[in-house]
């Protein structure tokens, strides 16, 4: 298992809970040493990151990426991403945001890349080479002592 710098916890948003575990058994086959949350709500999601809700007076791990999916029920990925843009900034601070989903509408992608905290846009599933890429890119080792 690998610990990076800046990612001691992975945060998966999606409505659908055998996508969550599928995702999240990647994540563990990539031996990434890091805590993973998985949220079937965007907006418990939301309540997890500004600790409010279930989640008030709670210290709650700040993710280093977010995965997200577009369509989900009561609050889908751009209404997250539009409340997630309200926070302060310091709240947001080193979250790296990947937009995960099966939408093939070119329009999807563009939109994705119109959001400022949106660094790429994935299709489902998530593939093992694309996230250890991606980490790579946006984090480093921690050497081990």
């Not at 990947?98 to 400022?116: F, G, H």
Request: hydrophobic share 40%.
């Amino acid at each position: 298992m690998t610990k990076y710098k800046g990612l001691e916890c992975i945060l998966l948003i999606d409505d659908d809970t055998p996508t969550n575990f599928l995702h999240t058994m990647i994540l563990k086959r990539a031996g990434i040493d890091a805590l993973v949350q998985t949220h079937t709500s965007a907006i418990d999601a939301l309540a997890y990151l500004t600790s409010t809700g279930p989640y008030e007076g709670k210290k709650m791990i700040q993710p280093g990426i977010i995965f997200l999916d577009i369509n989900m029920p009561a609050m889908n990925g751009w209404e997250f991403l539009d409340e997630y843009g309200k926070l302060p900034e310091a709240q947001k601070a080193k979250i790296t945001i990947i937009m995960l989903t099966t939408s093939l509408n070119p329009s999807d992608r563009e939109r994705a890349e119109s959001y400022e905290d949106v660094v790429t846009y994935l299709h489902k599933p998530l593939i093992l080479n694309n996230l250890q890429e991606l980490v790579a890119q946006y984090f480093e080792p921690v050497d081990a002592e």
